[in-house]
């Protein structure tokens, strides 16, 4: 089906910068220039510098940098790491996949992300973790949760899958735990042409431990000092990248004021909550998703696709729902009830004015028709 207002729009982002990437393609290509060359480490300063710490490490996607993370820091069997369900379900993965156990908490009703007070009651001598999410590019409440983690001497792995350039007091997101993970993913607003991902973090001896694994435990090749991983980001991707990151504070901005232009426009509508506003000087969200929030989700959705608008619900059921993750066993009222509700709008830096305003319109005009 062809939307009117697609989710978003990746071949009308390719098509603007078709020449640009096409040059990029040329150039990689006819030196052949493929693995961990200068792109790699150009774009990793970048980025480093970009969001102001030590050290960043081109993986193979946002998955890898989660699991090498984790790795590095030593957590494995017989060590608990708390996080929550509302999230894409990678995050608990990659605890999974170290052989360490998931402790899922409930989120908070206003922002969706990770309840430090439940964070706190569920620790445990076994915790050596917290994985905080920062959904939708909002970073979460780090102050409490830093505190919290802090006294009770646990790390902190931040999934900053969808909060490039996310900002929280003075901190970037990436910049405040012992490591940020992020993904490249075409879904995520800094993204690459297929998958991608990096781990940032401050900590030396992190950052060569998540080096060596990403890159089969080789030091150099006379010097191979653990089993490791292939996980590497492409170097054509990583230029790429290196490219798009460029134009990064540009698209952000245009997703902020999209976000802004829906708030606006959605402001009075009844039933319908929107994202909490800007937080001067303590949030800046970057929106890799908008989402609302309705109990009338599913017939709302129903509308907006027969009038040609993409949606997507992030996510339905709740993970704790599906029994082959053996989680089944958490109680999690606010990430049941949100799973219901939810509903994420298009929002991608290409679209028009006219499109934010027809969303606001059918939105508008659907819940005129509800009966309240
Ligand atoms: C996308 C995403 C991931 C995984 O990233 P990939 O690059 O797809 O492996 C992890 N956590 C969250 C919250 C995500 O949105």
Redesign the pocket.
Known sequence: MKYKVPYINLPLSFSNDQAELLNIFIDVCSNGRFILRQEVDEFESAIANFVGVRHAIGLN????A?FLGLKALGIGKGDEVITVAH??V??IAAIVHCGATPVLVDIREDDFTMDSAKFAEAITPRTKAVLP?H?NGRVCQMNKIREIAHRHNLLIIE?A??AMGSRYNDLMAGAIGNCG?F???P??TLSCLG???LLTTNDDKLASSVRLLRNHGQKNKQNITEYGFNSRLDNLQAAVLLSKLQQLPKLLARRRFIAEKYSKGLSQTPLLDLPLPPAEGIYWDTYNSFVIKTPKRDALQKDLTKAGIETFVHWNPSLTCHTGLKISSYTLPVTDRISQQVLSLPIFPEMTEKQIDYVITRIIRFFDKEPV
């Not at 996607?61 to 890898?64: A, E, I, L, N, V």
């Open positions: 996607s946002g998955t890898d989660l999230t894409f990678a995050t999410v959904l999934d899958a969808q993970c993904s490249f993913h879904m995520k998958d991608g991902g």
